[in-house]
Every structure is written in structure tokens, then in C-alpha cells.
């Protein structure tokens, strides 16, 4: 009994130490791996395969804390309004200096970071997001920023401003989508209707 213990734990050492060296010319391909984490929440969508120009692969983008991305993966608004959504978040980015964090690590001082110059690209950021705030007015500004820069569905929106009821949710989510389609057509995606 004791002498096959340790006959299968040197198989199991000698297993361990054998390396095996892999023939393939892409050892790291993706292009089969189908299994998802669990509780995953996740869109297909179609980007350009990196192998292969012009060809185009499925990829799984995360939806979880992208309302637009969720708002677009069930059909609750179109192309246009994505990419206008997506183009005010672009500019916001822009104007704000992206996201930032704090180190903890280090210790306090006075003062802050150097102020960045007013570059091109801010000024076409400011320009586009006054334009943007004249357009959708007080309220959808405030709606649009809450969805885009909060990570919050217009149901959450409802919730955190005390609206409980589902005749206010469905308000929000018609004021956003409202919102969005007035983006799409100030970031040139639509066409603006004339009356």
C-alpha cells in the first residue's frame, strides 16, 4: 500500500516536470474559447478580426456597467442614438481629463495637478457639450449625464431622484431615449426632421 503512494507520486513529480512545447503558430488564439464566467453580463457584437484584415469576429463586450451598451444590446434604442451617446461620453472625456483615481498611498498636500492647457480638442469639446446642454435643456442634460457618466438605467435615474412608480420609469426611459436621439443628430448621425 505504501509502496504504490509513492510510486504515483513520483508519476505525478515526473508529470509536473515535463514541459510540453506547443506547435501552433498562434499559442494564444481566442478564437475558440466559448465558455463565459458565471453571472456574466455580456452583448455580442462584431469587431475587425487583429489576424486577419478585413475579416470580422464575434466578441462579448460587458454590459454590466454600461447602460448604453445594455440600453443598445436589447433593442431599447438604434445604432444612431449609441453613436451619439457614445460621441457625448467621447467629448465629456475629453473636457473632464478622463477618468481618474486617487492614491490613498500617498499623503495629502495643497494644490492639485498641474492645469492642462486649453488644447483643440477641448475647445470642439466645449463647443460640442454647450451645444448639447441648450439643446436637451436642464432636465435631459441631467438625465443624459446620469445615464453616461453615472452608469445608471433610466429606471436607476427614477429611483435615485425619489420617483417610484413605473408611470415615472417609463417617463425617464422615453426622456432618455428622447435625449439621445437629439445627440444623434448633433453628432451628425441622423438627419434633423424639419417641421
Request: with cysteine.
Amino acid at each position: 500500500m505504501v509502496k504504490r503512494l509513492r510510486i504515483k507520486v513520483r508519476q505525478k513529480q515526473r508529470n509536473r516536470s515535463t514541459v510540453i512545447i506547443s506547435t501552433d503558430p498562434i499559442p494564444h488564439d481566442r478564437r475558440g474559447m466559448t465558455e463565459l464566467p458565471k453571472n456574466a453580463k455580456v452583448a455580442p457584437i462584431e469587431v475587425d478580426d487583429p489576424l486577419e484584415p478585413g475579416a470580422k469576429i464575434l466578441a462579448f463586450r460587458n454590459i454590466e456597467t454600461d447602460p448604453l451598451g445594455w440600453l443598445k444590446s436589447h433593442n431599447v434604442i438604434n445604432a444612431a442614438q449609441y453613436e451619439g451617446g457614445r460621441k457625448w461620453q467621447h467629448y465629456y472625456e475629453i473636457l473632464e481629463g478622463g477618468i481618474r483615481s486617487f492614491d490613498y498611498s500617498k499623503p495629502k498636500v495643497d494644490g492639485g495637478s498641474i492645469h492642462e492647457p486649453l488644447t483643440d480638442a477641448r475647445n470642439d469639446a466645449a463647443l460640442f457639450l454647450k451645444e448639447a446642454r441648450r439643446l436637451l435643456g436642464v432636465d435631459g442634460d441631467a438625465i443624459t449625464r446620469d445615464c453616461l457618466v453615472g452608469r445608471m438605467l433610466p429606471g436607476e435615474i427614477a429611483v435615485a431622484r425619489g420617483k417610484t412608480s413605473q408611470r415615472d420609469r417609463d417617463y425617464y426611459s422615453r426622456r432618455l431615449i428622447e435625449c439621445l436621439e437629439l445627440l444623434a443628430v448633433l453628432g451628425g448621425f441622423v438627419m434633423a426632421i424639419r417641421a
